[in-house]
T-cell receptor, first 113, second 115 residues
Framework: QKEVEQDPGPLSVPEGAIVSLNCTYSNSAFQYFMWYRQYSRKGPELLMY??SSGNKEDGRFTAQVDKSSKYISLFIRDSQPSDSATYLCAMRRGMDSNYQLIWGAGTKLIIKP | EADIYQTPRYLVIGTGKKITLECSQT?????MYWYQQDPGMELHLIHYSYGVNSTEKGDLSSESTVSRIRTEHFPLTLESARPSHTSQYLC??????????????FGPGTRLTVL
């Protein structure tokens, strides 16, 4: 079983819809949770970063962590065609630099105009 | 936009050839990484480095080597390319910030095809 599970999609929604992207994980030691966005033929770029449980909001994006359920979410409000990309979750056990990021497979999101 | 560069962007090569994928960053980051990414699959860490003269193998077994002679440069070498090496190779660098934030900055990737 993979440490991080993410539905690969594709997820296709109309412009303006609220999008919910999710990851589940099995290792309760994970403390740092990230969402990266990857456009076609580009490297991933960091979108949101959360430590431990709770919500974090940045413009149209909200990251949510539920450590009791081992479940993280990324919500996109008022989705735009420019949000069409693959969204990867990543997580890490601790601040020690020996801990590496564990990645989800990514969910491909398509926003239809 | 992150200042991390990879060359070549695309490479088609025959089996058995030796190749080197280049990666350079101008941000002065100590930590650098090489990942392999297949379509629809997660990033797999091949090698990483914490600084000059430091290199470690990642989770993915790979017939490749890396070197870190200068902070800004982290090349990946395949001694004998095989069709199973066909993939996208991503280089990244990072710096641990306040509160444990660890942003990885990625290059555009090298798409390798081995015939």
């Amino acid at each position: 079983q993979k440490e991080v599970e993410q539905d690969p999609g594709p997820l296709s929604v109309p412009e303006g819809a609220i999008v919910s992207l999710n990851c589940t994980y099995s290792n309760s030691a994970f403390q740092y949770f990230m969402w990266y966005r990857q456009y076609s033929r580009k490297g991933p770029e960091l979108l949101m970063y959360t430590y431990s449980s709770g919500n974090k909001e940045d413009g149209r994006f909200t990251a949510q962590v539920d450590k009791s359920s081992k479940y993280i979410s990324l919500f996109i409000r008022d989705s735009q065609p420019s949000d069409s990309a693959t969204y990867l979750c990543a997580m890490r056990r601790g601040m020690d630099s020996n801990y590496q990021l564990i990645w989800g497979a990514g969910t491909k999101l398509i926003i239809k105009p | 936009e992150a200042d991390i560069y990879q060359t070549p962007r695309y490479l088609v090569i025959g089996t058995g050839k030796k190749i080197t994928l280049e990666c350079s960053q101008t941000m002065g980051h100590d930590k650098m990484y090489w990942y392999q990414q297949d379509p629809g699959m997660e990033l797999h860490l091949i090698h990483y480095s914490y600084g000059v003269n430091s290199t470690e193998k990642g989770d993915l077994s790979s017939e490749s080597t890396v070197s870190r002679i200068r902070t800004e440069h982290f090349p990946l070498t395949l001694e004998s390319a095989r069709p199973s090496h066909t993939s996208q190779y991503l280089c990244a660098s990072s710096e641990l910030g306040p509160g444990g934030a660890d942003t990885q900055y990625f290059g555009p990737g090298t798409r390798l095809t081995v015939l």
